[in-house]
């Protein structure tokens, strides 16, 4: 008896755990714009609009070189981390909240490579420009319970610095001193923001002349949560990332 319980316990555990991941990334949904399996040549991810998550805290949206082009059909490229470990990437715009994501990626060199079709961004009820979309992509050390690291996603290769993106989601952040900080050891990137409003900070950071290696993102800041009147005091923002100045020829 006791035999039987544990069994329907375990095969319930597994609909219940089967069930969140479909719910994730349905095989099909009632509009073609919103969130869902989608395959084309080969190229399976998830991608479509999605439900909107609300938060009060800051964090890194973007790390990128470049910015994708129109196109019919369009590419990304995420150098290989030492390891080999497979990045977990997640493209979005902000203001429909269109993401794609759970890529199935193609090895090719030193490269993470992905091609996908630009329907869903050309749906007449979407219509979303690509040089509009962010893209963010994390490894998680093996062995280890520490922050994932993060690595630059390659849109276009013909700009040669990065470009970080802060997103407060349902908040306001100022930057204190307006500065952020990039460095690795004695060595620090110059950076320089581009001003938008207080819920998305873009800033561009050159690297071409600093060594390879694994480089802090460090950002003081305040946040007011939408319902809030006034800025609260919060620790500061910490992640790391892979730079090799080869990924900004």
Known sequence: MIRKVLLFTFLLLNVGAFNVQAQSCP??????????????????????????????????????????????SLSLKVPVPPGGTEPVLSVRELEQNYVLDKVKWDRNSGWYEMRWSANVLNLKNVNIP???????????????????????????SNDKRYEIV?????????????????????????????????????????????????????????????????YESTPPLVRYFRHNPQWLK
């Not at 399996?37 to 964090?59: A, F, P, T, Y």
Request: positive net charge; glycine residues 8%.
């Open 130 to 156: 690509p040089e509009r979309l962010l893209a963010l992509a994390e490894v998680q050390p093996s062995g280890s319970n520490s922050l994932s690291v993060l690595v630059p996603v390659i849109l276009n």
């Open 27 to 72: 095989t099909s949904a009632n509009e073609q714009k919103f969130y869902q399996l989608r395959e084309n040549n080969g190229n399976r991810r998830c991608e479509g609009i999605q439900k909107r998550q609300i938060g009060s805290s800051l964090d890194v949206a973007s790390l990128t070189v470049g910015r994708l082009q129109s196109g019919d």
């Open 166 to 230: 802060f997103r407060c989601e349902g908040c306001e952040a100022r930057i204190k001193n307006n500065k952020i900080e990039v460095s690795a050891g004695n060595e620090k990137m110059s950076c320089t923001e581009n001003k938008g409003n207080s819920q998305v900070l873009r800033f561009y950071c050159d690297g071409k002349t600093k060594p390879a290696g694994k480089y802090k993102i460090s950002i003081d800041y305040d946040v007011k949560p939408t319902l809030s009147s006034r």
